[in-house]
């Protein structure tokens, strides 16, 4: 990790999204959730679960370096930022209300395996974050089909220093195919779920663009555009 500083039936629907991912090897949170939820209930009985988590739960220790999740269908970029890249989040709520932010989506080879790269871009100078993801871990799965069927995308800031969060959601202006161009991308290649297999796919990426903003263009740019705030507590109901 590196920083820096309706659904249209004439296009592809969800089920034909998910007929384009590779095989979950890592489960992702939503199906974490459920269970943990199945092992405090038993297993020849109906009931229903609800659990109730925050984002910042979610994000735990985890500084500079954005997590993409769906949980419960709601695509969400969960960001918290250190002392290090600004000293509190005055303002960057404010900036972001009026200015929006850009979010880069690229499907790339690495060898034998296939890995997307995402690029978070905030509207101050040096609050620019990349990610490699692996559709491999259901988590990214989620994010990006619940991107897509939306056409929006949550965003989540927290910060070390400072007691507020700032949650937006965004109109995501164009997800739809680019999302496509990164799965066509990828597409027949293996995809990394342990650190050992990622290691050498990351190695290449850091390798070829050795500026975040290298490789960057409109055509794997989504314009995020706050359209109004977004919860930050997050619901997952469990059904036996």
């Not at 507020?164 to 995501?172: E, L, P, W, Y």
């Amino acid at each position: 990790m590196r920083w820096f500083g309706r659904k249209n039936s004439a296009r592809t629907t969800g089920s034909d999204l998910m007929a384009r991912m590779p095989p979950v090897t890592e489960p992702s949170k939503t199906e974490q959730f459920a269970e943990d939820a199945r092992l405090h209930h038993p297993a020849d009985e109906h009931w229903t679960h609800t659990q109730i988590f925050s984002y910042s739960e979610l994000l735990r220790d985890r500084y500079d370096s954005p997590l993409y999740v769906g949980v419960n269908g709601r695509p969400a970029i969960l960001l918290c930022l250190s002392g290090q890249m600004r000293a509190d989040l005055g303002g960057l709520g404010e900036l972001i209300r009026r200015t929006g932010a850009e979010l880069f989506l690229q499907g790339h080879r690495f060898g034998r395996y296939g890995m997307v790269r995402a690029v978070l871009e905030l509207p101050e100078r040096d609050l620019i974050f990349e990610t490699p993801l692996t559709l491999a871990h259901g988590d990214v799965q989620e994010f990006v089909s619940a991107g897509y069927q939306n056409e929006a995308v949550e965003l989540h800031l927290a910060h070390t220093n400072d007691a507020r969060s700032q949650r937006f959601t965004c109109q995501a202006a164009g997800i739809r195919p680019i999302v496509d161009a990164v799965l066509d991308a990828v597409r027949g290649l293996d995809h990394p779920t342990t650190p050992a297999e990622q290691a050498a796919p990351v190695a290449e990426m850091e390798a070829r663009f050795p500026e975040i903003s290298d490789g960057l263009s409109g055509r794997t740019r989504i314009r995020l555009t706050v359209t109004g705030p977004a919860d930050d507590a997050v619901t997952v109901e469990t059904y036996n």
